[in-house]
């Protein structure tokens, strides 16, 4: 009946007119007038049930769901015809008895019983749902857990065959420097794929860190220009090729965990290398008086395509121009999750000539870093005595 306007609109539209004149049956009903409006409209009024209880029988006929349509038949059709009745009676056309004044009462009374049993129908399927979506859940939550065990089980031990790979790689280097061209080809693509995975096995385990219930940061105070120094003169040893510059860093005194954000900006500066090779990647701090040290990585390759920028640091999201790049999509993800595990934020931009610019927002150590720019200022760290250069003090 809920698409009665679609199905059959004459009698729609009739129902529709109808309503309206029976409006007026509410104006009458404390006046005489009633009587009148009873003669003129009750008439058409059980013609119209009529009709609509045709209308049901009909469609229920069509339907392929006997019984569903069959139980809704009776409880529509046994109240209708109770109103017909009711209404015959009232105009004089059905005799008054003990049945004809009480069969619209018990029509009601049996469409109340049998609404009633629907609706407890209809919430016991529902509730049947919604248990086994639970049951589902719960299940897939379980295998959901219990691959990622698998993973971090696997990756912790892939990482101490990994280590002596790459380790011994690089004493193999040392000792065959003046061996041809071609065996040095060999264990520079043993370094790098030796690399890579170890790279990948670490995002593995950063992630599961980050996903822990448990998760939290160790956190120590850091000289952000010492830090950003060391990390840029680690990465030049492991990775010789690349051209990397700190052209900007502030003194600023930031509570950090140093091995996530570590992995953090690594991650940034090894996206660089893959996606933009040969191009200079220079990085800057900067404080600002708003409590913030804002730290650039900026790199000069063709930058990120802008139909990719707004999904590039969701987790597994690889660019439509990464086909050919290997990775698996969690640098930036996990990036963004240590910034923000260390209460900062992260952005991504590109440049109108290309070029990546990410923009890590920091909150800093007011007070250590005023401390610290004292002592630089002195020319020794305050509270301790400074040596003179053979070693005995002044």
Do not use: C
Request: hydrophobic share 45%; proline share 3%; net charge neutral.
């Amino acid at each position: 009946m809920t698409h009665l306007d679609r199905e059959n609109r004459p009698l729609f539209r009739v129902m529709v007119g109808y309503s309206v004149l029976a409006m007026a049956g509410f104006l009458t009903a404390t006046s005489d007038w009633y009587i009148l409006y009873a003669k003129v409209f009750f008439g058409p009024q059980i013609f119209l049930l009529a009709v609509l209880l045709i209308n049901l029988m009909y469609r229920g006929y069509r339907q392929k769901h006997t019984f569903q349509m069959s139980y809704l038949m009776v409880a529509l059709g046994v109240p209708t015809i109770g109103a017909m009745a009711h209404l015959l009676l009232l105009i004089g056309w059905l005799p008054v008895n003990g049945f004809t004044t009480s069969i619209f009462a018990l029509s009601s009374f049996i469409q109340l019983v049998l609404v009633a049993i629907a609706m407890a129908y209809r919430t016991y399927g529902v509730i049947n749902r919604r248990v086994d979506a639970l049951a589902s859940g719960q299940r897939a939550d379980q295998l959901a857990s219990e691959q990622r065990t698998f993973i971090t089980m696997l990756s912790h031990e892939f990482r101490t065959p990994l280590a002596i790979i790459q380790r011994s790689a690089e004493i193999l280097g040392l000792h065959l420097q003046k061996e041809p061209e071609s065996v040095l080809n060999r264990l520079s693509t043993i370094q790098s794929n030796a690399r890579q995975l170890s790279g990948l096995v670490d995002a593995f385990l950063t992630k599961e860190t980050l996903d822990s219930a448990t998760f939290t940061t160790t956190r120590e105070a850091v000289a952000i220009d010492a830090f950003l120094r060391d990390l840029i003169a680690q990465r030049q040893r492991e990775v010789p090729g690349q051209n990397i510059s700190l052209i900007q860093s502030d003194v600023v005194i930031v509570e950090i965990d140093r091995i996530l954000m570590e992995r953090a900006l690594i991650n940034l500066i090894e996206n660089a290398r893959k996606y933009a090779p040969g191009a200079a990647v220079w990085i800057s701090a900067e404080r600002a008086a708003n409590g913030y040290v804002y730290i650039r990585v900026v790199d000069e390759g063709p930058g990120i395509a802008a139909d990719d920028l707004q999904n590039v640091l969701n987790a597994f999201y690889r660019g439509r121009d990464s086909v050919k790049i290997q990775g698996v999509g969690l640098g930036l993800h996990l990036t963004k999750r240590i910034i923000e595990a260390h209460d900062g934020s992260l952005s991504v931009s590109i440049g109108e000539e290309g070029g990546t610019t990410i923009l890590i927002k920091l909150p800093y150590d007011r007070d250590m870093t005023v401390l610290r720019n004292n002592e630089n200022r002195a020319g020794f760290p305050l509270g301790y005595t400074e040596t003179s250069h053979d070693g005995e003090r002044p």
